[in-house]
């Protein structure tokens, strides 16, 4: 079955970096659309960057651009997102998310929080 397991979460400074971590089984990860969302306390979730699984192509909400980068090593069957220059309203769960090819559902990770101070 899919498995979608968090990591690299914590605390961190503002200004300081954070690098989360998704390993994913059970599904064709090289292919599948990924995802990391994050949702802070009384918010809605929210779409922090995509990766398009047919050609790699990468969107990051403007919240995010030039501070956060995602990334995918496709042999480990494993996502990254890289986090620098934290502010404190980036403080939130973050949820990796997987659209396998042909599935007609997605697949969310169990989350991992990241708190920064100010």
């Known amino acids: 079955q899919v498995q979608l397991v968090e990591s690299g979460g914590g605390l961190a400074q503002a200004g300081g970096s954070l690098r989360l971590s998704c390993a994913a089984s059970g599904f064709t990860f090289k292919i599948a659309d990924m995802r990391w969302y994050r949702q802070a306390p009384g918010k809605e979730r929210e779409l922090v960057a995509a990766s398009r699984g047919t050609d790699g192509f990468t969107t990051y909400a403007d919240s995010v651009k030039g501070r956060f980068a995602m990334s995918r090593d496709n042999a480990q069957n494993t996502m990254f997102l890289q986090m620098n220059s934290l502010r404190p309203e980036d403080t939130a769960v973050y949820y990796c998310?997987?659209?396998?090819?042909?599935?007609?559902?997605?697949?969310w990770g169990q989350g991992t929080q990241v708190t920064v101070s100010s």
């Open positions: 998310y997987a659209q396998p090819i042909r599935s007609i559902r997605g697949y």
